[in-house]
T-cell receptor, first 115, second 110 residues
């Protein structure tokens, strides 16, 4: 019974490159959430998705960032033209229903380093 | 004002003592409340949730909620060195997503 799977665990990108972060939710979970965590800081909400739908993207920067959760396959967080300030840990979480009643199961995260 | 506020700490307690972690939130419409534990370099893991005013106990952990005061707390009894971690308070409104505090770092000294 695999948990939330994120890959890659570590990602190094040069400034201006694209970063693609993947997240497969737990089996039976159809709600996916992406959070960003800077060193010594809390988790900042980015986007909430269900299959084929973006429910809430109020935390996503307006430019360079996008997310999807297709009918088949993992959820993808895409960062175009990365800058040093994008260096952070990106966590994906999933829940079987809107997180109100269940809390989240988190993946191990992707540590993005922009050089 | 932050939506969810926690004392950043660090909080240090001796082994066997009670650790008390506090959290306040600004949205009176918040309906559910969660505590996560995050070890250094690891991902958060859910340890407790609470929806109703009062206390909820689970082993050595007790969550307390006071909606009138917009206050949530987590008590850890008989603290162990393995409890040393950052504790994140999270709050949900009716929108499905959680808003997290910045966390309180707890150190339990043997």
């Amino acid at each position: 019974n695999a948990g939330v799977m994120q890959n890659p665990r570590h990602l190094v990108r040069r400034r201006g490159q694209e970063a693609r972060l993947r997240c497969s939710p737990m089996k039976g979970h159809s709600h996916v959430y992406w959070y960003r965590q800077l060193p010594e800081e809390g988790l900042k909400f980015m986007v909430y998705l269900q299959k084929e739908n973006i429910i809430d993207e109020s935390g996503m920067p307006k430019e360079r960032f996008s997310a999807e959760f297709p009918k088949e396959g993992p959820s993808i967080l895409r960062i175009q033209q990365v800058v040093r300030g994008d260096s952070a840990a990106y966590f994906c979480a999933s829940s079987p229903a809107p997180g109100d009643n269940y809390g989240y199961t988190f993946g191990s995260g992707t540590r993005l380093t922009v050089v | 004002q932050k939506e969810v506020e926690q004392n950043s700490g660090p909080l240090s307690v001796p082994e066997g003592a009670i650790a008390s972690l506090n959290c306040t939130y600004s949205d009176r419409g918040s309906q559910s409340f969660f505590w996560y534990r995050q070890y250094s370099g690891k991902s958060p893991e859910l340890i407790m949730f609470i929806y109703s005013n009062g206390d909820k106990e689970d082993g050595r952990f007790t969550a307390q909620l006071n909606k009138a005061s917009q206050y949530v707390s987590l008590l850890i009894r008989d603290s162990q060195p393995s409890d040393s971690a950052t504790y994140l308070c999270a709050v949900n409104t009716n929108a499905g997503k959680s808003t997290f505090g910045d966390g309180t770092t707890l150190t339990v000294k043997p």
